[in-house]
């Protein structure tokens, strides 16, 4: 059963990760040294880091997941941020090769699910293309489903806040929230969804700050 507001089917969705981690392998493969170290949106994580990262929950067993929540000191965000960054120190052509050989795989991270994956692969794949001034397409239903998900996470919880706007693609039938409308192609919702592509929202009002600051409505 499809969850309540989902695009895809589960099949569907697997299907649609396997792709872009092909896809993402082998533009990393065309990659110069250089273009491996670019830095991303994602802190202080390069080319490399996201790269390695997006390999980690499907090849990691969750003996290896508690010995890296140990090592962080129950900090699961320093946990990710640290295993991404020891991971990218890797040669280039090993996390290449670890990338292709989670295509397939059904393994998610312990209390996620596969839509979280394909957020993972979509978002990050982008963070990967706009340092490195590539394009990078995402199918548009994936990206449906993809900030339909951003939008109703509980849990695992979201890290990043739900703009106050009414959000609209303009290039399928997807909308939420209320407030200033904000129109984009659903990729860019989603990247603004996920704490990216700020340019999108409106200015705010004059005054707004203010208010906000003092706690007055």
């Known amino acids: 059963m499809i969850p309540v507001g989902a695009v895809l089917g589960t099949d569907e969705r697997w299907q649609i990760i396997d792709r872009e981690r092909a896809s993402l392998a ?56 640290d295993s991404a960054v020891r991971e990218g120190q890797l040669p280039v052509a090993e996390i290449v090769a670890n990338l292709r050989s989670i295509i ?19 978002v990050h794949g982008q963070d990967i293309a706009l340092a490195l001034g590539r394009e990078r397409t995402m199918p548009v239903s994936a990206a449906a489903d993809a900030a ?3 939008w109703t996470m509980r849990f695992p919880p979201r890290p990043w806040p739900l703009p106050k706007a009414r959000l609209v693609a303009t290039d399928t039938d997807w909308a939420r929230g209320a407030g200033e409308e904000v129109r984009a192609p659903v990729s ?30």
């Not at 273009?35 to 790269?51: H, I, L, N, S, Y």
């Not at 990216?196 to 004059?206: F, K, Q």
């Open 104 to 122: 397939g795989s059904r393994r998610v991270a312990l209390s996620t699910t596969p839509r979280e994956a394909l957020i993972d692969i979509l």
């Open 188 to 217: 860019a919702l989603l990247m603004l969804l996920t704490g990216r592509a700020g340019h999108l929202l409106p200015p705010p009002h004059p005054g707004a700050g203010d208010r906000e600051a003092s706690g007055r409505p």
């Open 148 to 150: 339909d998900r951003v």
């Open 26 to 81: 082998d533009l990393l493969e065309e990659l110069s040294p250089k273009e491996w170290e670019k830095p991303t949106q994602c802190g202080d994580w390069r080319v490399r880091d996201v790269a390695a990262h997006l390999t980690i929950a499907a090849r990691f067993s969750y003996a290896a997941v508690l010995r890296e929540f140990v090592r962080a000191r129950g900090d699961v965000d320093r946990m990710i941020h």
